[in-house]
């Protein structure tokens, strides 16, 4: 299985101590936009100091607008407040959901927590319809307890 074989190389990624965190961030989308064929857009949003936003970190991908997401607005700020995993298998479908490709059909966003705090999150598009699988979850909730480690 293809994340059996990505997570040891997340880990020699966010190992890197001359690196900074930024990045290392960088370096793990880099790597899960490069080795899994639907991971068209990946890129990590922060908690943007004591405000009700979050804001973009590093990624890889399309240009994004979406710089600054509010608490509640679309796919991201709905996982801020919920703190849980959120998987679309069809964005047309959600009606909080803020495009930011028309070519986007499914969107995956998994929190990051450091000291039982939700800090940020990884956030995933696809150009393929319903490509996420329980496998997808598991291997980016390993992704994210590894660079809450980091943070």
């Known amino acids: 299985m293809m994340f059996n074989t990505l997570k040891p190389q997340?880990?020699?990624i966010l190992s890197h101590t001359e690196k900074t965190v930024n990045e290392k961030l960088f370096a793990v989308c880099e790597l899960l936009e490069n080795h899994i064929e639907y991971y068209n857009w990946v890129g990590f949003y922060f908690k943007n100091g004591d405000k009700k936003e979050l804001k973009l970190g590093p990624y890889v991908g399309a240009p994004t607008d979406h710089t600054i997401i509010p608490f509640g607005k679309g796919i991201c700020g709905q996982v801020a407040v919920s703190n849980q995993n959120f998987v679309v298998p069809d964005v047309?479908?959600?009606d909080n959901y803020i495009a930011c490709s028309i070519t986007v059909k499914a969107e995956i966003v998994i929190p990051i927590f450091v000291k039982g705090e939700n800090i940020g999150q990884i956030d995933i598009d696809s150009n393929t319809p319903n490509p996420f699988t329980e496998a997808d979850e598991r291997f980016l909730e390993f992704v994210c307890k590894k660079?809450?480690?980091?943070?």
Not at 147 to 151: F, P, Q, R
């Open 10 to 12: 997340v880990e020699t």
């Open 147 to 151: 660079v809450a480690k980091i943070l």
């Open 92 to 94: 047309s479908a959600q």
